[in-house]
T-cell receptor, first 112, second 114 residues
Framework: DAKTTQPNSMESNEEEPVHLPCNHSTISGTDYIHWYRQLPSQGPEYVIHGLTSNVNNRMASLAIAEDRKSSTLILHRATLRDAAVYYCILRGLNNAGNMLTFGGGTRLMVKP | GAGVSQSPSNKVTEKGKDVELRCDPISGHTALYWYRQSLGQGLEFLIYFQGNSAPDKSGLPSDRFSAERTGGSVSTLTIQRTQQEDSAVYLC????????????FGPGTRLLVL
């Protein structure tokens, strides 16, 4: 599976936007970019995913670079509840087993 | 609707004992996954069930680990002769089973082997 690279940690102030970067320079043409997050003492939860076009949902936005070698998860107004580890994951169409391959993720800290 | 549930939420056992961890997936989800997360580490895939197909066991760390899924629903992960390095949070997830489908995770079972 193609690898992703994320900063270990980031800090944000409450009610400010947060941009979480992810590099995936070896992404293949059929790899989707998925984001999950894991709140403290909970299982991971789905945030958003996309292939080429930018995506928006109620939780976040996903901006995908034109060459698809990087992407950015955008939280428009961070809340204290958004403090979590955010994982950027590539999932190929032919991903045998369909399991998620988690890297180290980015630990987001939100300051009041 | 009900999400993925796991039991027990916490389990303390002695080294050498066997443990069973249970996962109840979301109704109608044909795919079921087990992952584990050691302290301060990322999630590691263990095993995957899809419908009636043979499970993908490629992530199991040793032959002390096994899992079954009865009737295409509930799954049990069994660890025999537990070791201290088995201490971790064991997470179960389920999905509709098709590619790119969202995986829904349970709260996990925190296992401590003394």
């Amino acid at each position: 599976d193609a690898k992703t690279t994320q900063p270990n940690s980031m800090e944000s102030n409450e009610e400010e936007p947060v941009h979480l970067p992810c590099n995936h320079s070896t992404i293949s043409g059929t790899d989707y970019i998925h984001w999950y997050r894991q709140l403290p003492s909970q299982g991971p939860e789905y945030v958003i995913h996309g292939l080429t076009s930018n995506v928006n949902n109620r939780m976040a936005s996903l901006a995908i670079a034109e060459d698809r070698k990087s992407s950015t998860l955008i939280l428009h107004r961070a809340t204290l509840r958004d403090a979590a580890v955010y994982y950027c994951i590539l999932r190929g169409l032919n991903n045998a087993g369909n399991m998620l391959t988690f890297g180290g993720g980015t630990r987001l800290m939100v300051k009041p | 609707g009900a999400g993925v549930s796991q039991s027990p939420s916490n389990k303390v056992t002695e080294k050498g004992k066997d443990v069973e961890l249970r996962c109840d997936p979301i109704s109608g989800h044909t795919a079921l996954y087990w992952y584990r997360q050691s302290l301060g580490q990322g999630l590691e895939f263990l095993i995957y069930f899809q419908g009636n197909s043979a499970p993908d066991k490629s992530g199991l760390p040793s032959d002390r680990f096994s899992a079954e899924r009865t009737g295409g629903s509930v799954s049990t992960l069994t660890i025999q002769r537990t070791q201290q390095e088995d201490s971790a949070v064991y997470l179960c997830a389920s999905s509709l089973g098709t590619e790119q489908e969202t995986q829904y995770f349970g709260p996990g079972t925190r296992l401590l082997v003394l």
